[in-house]
Nanobody, 125 residues
Framework: VQLQASGGGLVQAGGSLRLSCAASGRTLSTYVMGWFRQAPGKERESVTL???????WYTDSVKGRFTISRDNAKNTVYLQMNSLKPEDTAVYYC????????????????????WGQGTQVTVSS
């Protein structure tokens, strides 16, 4: 499966952005989908995950602010980011793993073998 992430940009603190991850080659309906981010000088970290049954997992720092969703008809996964903070600044990547297990079991980037190209999110203070 090929993934194409988009929607990043520059936003002021408190603002919102919606990222999209469009897939081609395979349907995403049986994949765990994830959003990860990597800030300069830091390791890539998981942000939010969604299993094929739409169960979700969020890292603590984004709970209540970010929402992952998927549109199987469009083969696209979204990340709605609200109340953005400067510490959310990073390159955001979408990733996919072909499994029907609970998404929260796969929080490590090394669990995923399909990646999008990344989209930059910059939050100014």
């Amino acid at each position: 499966v090929q993934l194409q992430a988009s929607g990043g940009g520059l936003v002021q603190a408190g603002g919102s952005l919606r990222l999209s991850c469009a897939a081609s080659g395979r349907t995403l309906s049986t994949y765990v989908m994830g959003w990860f981010r990597q800030a300069p000088g830091k390791e890539r970290e998981s942000v939010t995950l969604m299993s094929w049954r739409d169960s979700t997992w969020y890292t603590d720092s984004v709970k209540g602010r970010f929402t992952i969703s998927r549109d199987n008809a469009k083969n696209t996964v979204y990340l709605q980011m609200n109340s953005l903070k400067p510490e959310d600044t990073a390159v955001y990547y979408c990733a996919a793993k072909n499994t029907v297990a609970y998404a929260g079991l796969y929080t490590s980037p090394s669990d995923y073998n399909h990646w999008g190209q990344g989209t930059q999110v910059t939050v100014s203070s």
